[in-house]
């Protein structure tokens, strides 16, 4: 039977069972056909609504502004951005940074809650997913711009080569070649994997010859036989249980490319579990930045329920409970180390000429969503927004934090030196969101973003529940 077939009990409707689980993780009354052609017609309509072309449109000049404010930094250098001596590290590492930590939630919702059997994680895993693949690429880039010299960037790869030299395999950078490397080769794998089952569905139910042809293609000759899913299945928990560690091994080799510095503010044992609990806070927002506006959008309040954005709401709250408890470990272990630099670091940090964007990060990253205590602000797709939105700044607020106040103020006062963002490293961050945004949009557009055969799933459990 071919994956777009709708089974012949498609009426059965769903009812709510005295548990609540799991019939009550899709919305009331939710049939296989109300799954296929809710998922399926996105793909498959001739015209996008006029909100996609309204985001499209934004995120498109984004880009072009992007393409801009990169071919002039290969024309000119990176004197084009703020970056000098001491404050080598600018815009370009703190976004590097924010974006591999958004591309964490990703794997988190798709591989953890996979392997600890959360179904709720159901309808927002495929756009977590691609998410992580988006940001990935965008984080690629920063590192590669900031190298003044991109072209060679194969320099960093350990091939052998006619002059017989290997990258400095002590160098931080080399570890992020692999670390993000590895990353985006078990996340595209994943994601591709999974996709694979919709793409026959949407193959099946397609009217127009090239998109047969086109979903055919992607589709790998699936035909829903026992076989190709008794395979499949196998392979999607193999590389969940590869991508698993990966979530807390990138942003912790990510976050040793400060803690092996000798440098006050960078040089402490806390940042790879506080990188890590940073990433999933704001890779959770994210998720909610982009879920919300979708749900609304294209009317799919039946499949990502209350329910899911509570759970999001209550996972993005508790990492970040942890990262505050990261701030105040921060700040105590400073003062209890006895070291005047560290405890001139953090005096400065908070009350220097940068502190008024420190309380800036308390108040994004600290009290803000301290409203996710209650129930109203969690189930509220505007309120909710807004605090996910707010974290989001807070986060990138805090890479910036981290990289410039440790910098701008070294051991000797003599070299002692001040930062400020050029037009072209704001060029650099916001263009880089429209990369982000320009082929978030593009995925939803073309592949679907909630998986078919996953939701068809929870249809068919509480159905298989109450035939007994």
Request: with cysteine; charged share 10%; proline share 6%.
């Amino acid at each position: 039977m071919s994956a777009g077939i709708i089974p012949p009990d498609e009426q059965v409707r769903t009812r709510l069972s005295p548990l609540g689980y799991p019939s009550n993780l899709l919305g009331p009354r939710v049939t296989y056909a109300d799954v296929n052609e809710s998922i399926s017609s996105i793909v498959l309509r001739d015209r996008a609504p006029a909100q996609w072309w309204i985001g499209f449109a934004v995120a498109f000049c984004l880009l072009m502004i992007f393409f801009l404010a990169v071919s002039w930094l290969l024309i000119r250098g990176l004197g084009i951005w703020g970056v000098n001596i001491p404050v080598a590290w600018g815009f370009a590492i703190v976004n590097f940074v924010w974006w591999i930590g958004i591309g964490h939630a990703g794997t988190f919702i798709s591989a953890i809650l996979l392997l600890m059997f959360q179904h709720w994680r159901t309808s927002i895993n495929r756009l977590a997913e691609a998410m992580t693949l988006f940001a990935v690429a965008c984080a690629g880039l920063m590192p590669l711009l900031h190298l003044g010299r991109p072209w060679v960037f194969f320099w960093l790869l350990p091939y052998p080569d006619t002059m017989g030299m290997w990258p400095q395999f002590r160098s931080p950078l080399v570890w992020d070649i692999f670390a993000v490397g590895t990353y985006f080769t078990v996340s595209i794998l994943f994601w591709f994997l999974g996709l694979v089952p919709d793409l026959a569905t949407i193959r099946d139910r397609a009217r127009k010859v090239w998109q047969k042809k086109f979903y055919g293609f992607l589709a790998l000759g699936w035909r829903n036989s026992a076989d190709h899913w008794q395979r499949h299945q196998t392979a999607y928990l193999l590389l969940a249980g590869l991508a698993t560690p990966l979530v807390l091994s990138v942003h912790s080799v990510v976050s040793l490319d400060f803690a092996v510095a000798q440098l006050p503010g960078w040089h402490s044992t806390i940042f790879p579990p506080y990188f890590v609990a940073g990433a999933i806070y704001s890779g959770f927002a994210m998720v909610l930045n982009i879920v919300i506006p979708v749900r609304k959008i294209y009317h799919l309040e039946n499949l990502i329920t209350e329910r899911y954005l509570n759970n999001m709401a209550n996972v993005m709250f508790a990492t970040g409970l942890m990262v505050s408890y990261g701030y105040f470990i921060e700040a105590f272990m400073s003062w209890y180390s006895g070291d005047i630099f560290e405890q001139y670091m953090m005096t400065y940090r908070v009350f220097g000429p940068y502190g008024w964007i420190f309380w800036v990060l308390m108040l994004c990253n600290v009290l803000v969503p301290q409203t996710l205590w209650s129930r109203r602000i969690r189930c509220n797709p505007f309120t909710l927004f807004i605090v996910a939105f707010l974290v989001n700044v807070g986060m990138w607020i805090e890479r910036f934090v981290i990289v410039v106040t440790s910098l701008h103020r070294d051991f000797i006062p003599s070299s002692w030196g001040s930062y400020a963002p050029t037009l072209w490293d704001w060029a650099t961050l916001f263009g880089s969101v429209g990369l982000f945004l320009m082929l978030l949009f593009l995925f939803i557009r073309l592949l679907p973003m909630i998986s078919i055969s996953e939701s068809r799933e929870l249809v068919a459990e509480p159905a298989k529940a109450n035939a007994l």
